[in-house]
């Protein structure tokens, strides 16, 4: 039989980015470490090593809490990882329902460093989940895929904004200005009145340079025409311009990332054998498959697949008080993304014509159940269907995802 560790000691430690606070208690609540604060460096480690070292005990018989702190505590939970201690990663929501329970009004770093060690004294803590280099890998490039994605929707409409005043009549010539051509053109011209001040030639040889089958002589003419001509008031034109050549260089610089960055998530899921069966879904793209290989993370954490479902928030929250019973309503807990991620992919099967999730939809609306509801019971299978291909790394069979009209 494996060896039973006794816990003999408990370490909350509140983590911040320059420093942290820890304090130790003994399972019959005696504090042998104040709380106290040490530098989040290597030399503030060792500090803490040495204390805990102190205490003369094995380091699996210290169990040590951290509140996650987004990446400022990862490099110290790591460290004590490797070093054999037992660590629990808290939600902060978990620990402030835990001093409302008990009536701790004030806050400080000492405090909190003193609470964290009554939780896990307490053993109320739930662990938390630290996830595998390979979700890590998959968290991080999805996460920047997301923020990058945002700042290129950001800088579309901000150009677009500018060329209101800047040369509105530019769209009649070049229907979308964010393309690669209109970005060159707008950044060698960023007004009409750069545009009205430039020679037909000049400009229609630039065109020819840039995309030498579509533009030249006639699109330079239009140009220059609608710029003389322009509705454009010329106020701040320097400054607009300036903002206007910024904002086309980082939408440029920003989808060249873009590119980089999917195809280094590209070759992640290339070589992930629990992303091949999910790939063979028509309903999924490799967006979506990355982002519930990023937000699932290790599924073994889990029982039933009821519970992965309510933690994607698909789960459905019912209130009701005596004869008084209010709407039911999804749950919306944990990650938002993974849930627009199924809502688009939900959509897409309806339009698909061979899709069996499609045909799970329709069946459901012919029951007589509402369009909304039929969309989210889909992305309930969709889930289900994926953690069983991720579970066990089959194929991917349509056959299995339809179900039987009595059903």
């Not at 999910?278 to 982002?291: D, I, N, R, W």
């Not at 929250?317 to 990650?335: A, C, E, P, R, V």
Request: charged letters at 20%; glycine letters at 6%; proline letters at 4%.
């Amino acid at each position: 039989m494996p060896e039973q560790v006794v816990t003999t000691h408990v370490v909350g430690i509140d983590i911040g980015m320059e420093l942290c606070t820890m304090s130790c208690l003994t399972m019959d609540k005696r504090q042998v470490i104040k709380a106290t604060a040490f530098a989040n460096t290597l030399a503030g480690f060792d500090w803490l090593f040495e204390r805990l070292e102190g205490l003369g005990v094995a380091p699996k018989q210290i169990l040590v809490g951290l509140e996650a702190t987004s990446r400022y505590g990862e490099n110290l939970l790591q460290a004590l990882l490797k070093r054999g201690y037992q660590v629990c990663l808290l939600h902060p929501a978990q620990m402030h329902a835990f001093a409302q329970q008990r009536g701790l009004r004030a806050k400080t770093d000492q405090l909190d460093a003193v609470t964290i060690a009554r939780a896990l004294r307490s053993c109320e803590a739930r662990f938390g989940y630290v996830p595998s280099e390979q979700v890590a890998t998959y968290r991080e490039l999805m996460r920047l895929q997301k923020q990058l994605s945002d700042d290129v929707v950001r800088y579309k409409n901000e150009i677009h904004a500018l060329l209101v005043v800047l040369f509105p009549e530019f769209t009649q010539v070049k229907a979308s200005p964010t393309r690669p051509t209109a970005l060159a053109v707008l950044k060698r011209y960023p007004s009409a009145q750069a545009i009205a001040q430039t020679q037909v030639e000049t400009l229609g040889k630039f065109l020819r340079e840039l995309s030498p089958r579509h533009y030249g002589q006639p699109t330079a003419q239009a140009l220059v025409r609608l710029a003389k001509a322009s509705i454009s008031s010329g106020v701040a034109v320097a400054a607009r311009s300036s903002s206007l050549r910024i904002l086309c260089d980082q939408l440029d610089h920003t989808q060249k990332n873009l590119e980089q960055l999917q195809r280094e998530i590209d070759q992640l899921l290339k070589q992930d054998p629990k992303a091949t069966g999910m790939l063979s879904v028509p309903e999924f793209g490799p967006t979506t498959v990355a982002v519930l290989r990023a937000e699932l993370g290790d599924l073994n954490r889990f029982t039933r697949i009821d519970q992965v479902v309510a933690y994607v928030g698909l789960d459905l929250q019912i209130k009701q008080s005596g004869k008084w019973k209010g709407q039911t309503k999804l749950s919306k807990h944990g990650s938002g993304r993974v849930r627009r991620i199924l809502y688009l992919a939900a959509l897409r099967s309806i339009h698909l014509q061979t899709s069996p999730f499609g045909a799970y939809y329709q069946r459901l609306v012919a029951r007589g159940m509402k369009k909304g509801m039929a969309v989210v019971a889909v992305m309930r299978k969709m889930v289900i269907v994926a953690v069983h291909l991720i579970q066990t790394e089959e194929s991917y069979n349509p056959g299995k995802v339809a179900v039987p009209a009595g059903s």
